[in-house]
């Protein structure tokens, strides 16, 4: 079972919320992140940064806009918040918090369920209340295309040894000649009473869909045939 820990990046580059905006935005961009994590002196996940944190800006005129309704029912503290990230300098005034965690030990399907349920790009990992890593959708993307591409070779590899000892069945060698299949390399074993019969087999895994290699470990257990003499010796 892969967890978390398996697949997350170590040590992350963070932020502090003291620290700038335009700094904390000028390393994502040179380390090519759409978010970072930001932690106070203690290693503590304080909230996090990302790219949608910029785009609600007084300086893009984007902030956002209250008409009459919602500025009579939003709290006092709410439209602060939204101020506060709309002209905000630092980073502890802009990022969002709190913030949706993972666990080391969490399932990297937990965790991608986690994403996908959330709708967030990240998962700040923590462990006895402190950062230790980050995970994120590409971890996860990278992890599922590794899992899909050995789960696509061992079904080659089934379809492969079905495919051969189903051959042999027809063949009447199943009982005599054991397939073994790995990575569409075929290897025989087993005792034949003839050699024609051991290069029959070979010749039939060699014609397989898929096969790479064959490696023929046959044993021939008979005796030769010996040649019939014509009539008159």
């Not at 904390?24 to 040179?30: I, K, Q, R, S, V």
């Not at 009579?72 to 990022?95: I, N, P, Q, T, W």
């Not at 959708?137 to 591409?149: G, V």
């Not at 005792?191 to 397989?208: C, G, I």
């Amino acid at each position: 079972m892969l967890t978390v820990r398996s697949i997350m990046t170590s040590d992350p580059i963070a932020a502090g919320p003291d620290a700038k905006i335009w700094g904390a935005a000028n390393m994502m961009l040179d380390c090519g992140f759409s978010g970072l994590p930001v932690i106070d002196d203690d290693d503590h996940v304080v909230g996090v940064i990302s790219e949608s944190d910029y785009l609600r800006r007084g300086e893009l005129r984007t902030e956002a806009r209250h008409g009459f309704w919602r500025t009579l029912f939003s709290s006092r503290g709410a439209l602060a918040e939204d101020y506060a990230k709309a002209f905000g300098k630092e980073v502890g005034e802009v990022m969002t918090s709190p913030v949706v965690t993972a666990e080391p030990e969490m399932t990297f399907e937990a965790a991608g369920y986690l994403m996908a349920d959330r709708g967030i790009k990240r998962l700040p990992v923590v462990e006895n209340d402190k950062i230790v890593g980050i995970v994120t959708r590409s971890d996860i993307m990278r992890t599922l295309i590794r899992q899909m591409a050995a789960y696509a070779a061992d079904r080659i590899d089934a379809d492969i040894k079905a495919g051969l000892e189903a051959e042999y069945g027809r063949q009447r060698r199943g009982d005599t000649i054991t397939v073994t299949v790995n990575a569409t390399v075929v290897t025989l074993e087993g005792r034949v009473l003839d050699a024609r019969e051991k290069t029959a087999a070979r010749v039939a895994a060699e014609n397989t869909l898929g096969v790479t290699k064959v490696i023929d470990q046959i044993l021939i257990v008979g005796f030769p045939e010996m040649p019939v003499s014509p009539p008159g010796f």
